[in-house]
């Protein structure tokens, strides 16, 4: 078996980090969107505080 070379490894690392990046991205604007109510995606029930 050959051996991978340098700028081989290195593209396939690149884009292994870039699915990190943007599946943490996407999982922070989906966390933003529940917390202020703005989703459309998931349905959350809101708890109301007795004041």
Request: glycine share 4%; proline share 0%; hydrophobic share 35%.
């Amino acid at each position: 078996k050959k051996r991978t070379s340098i700028s081989k490894k290195r593209i396939r690392k690149t884009i292994w980090k870039e699915k990190g990046y943007w599946a943490a991205l996407k999982a922070f604007s989906l966390a933003k969107s529940l917390s202020t109510g703005n989703s459309k995606s998931f349905f959350v029930q809101q708890i109301q505080t007795l004041e």
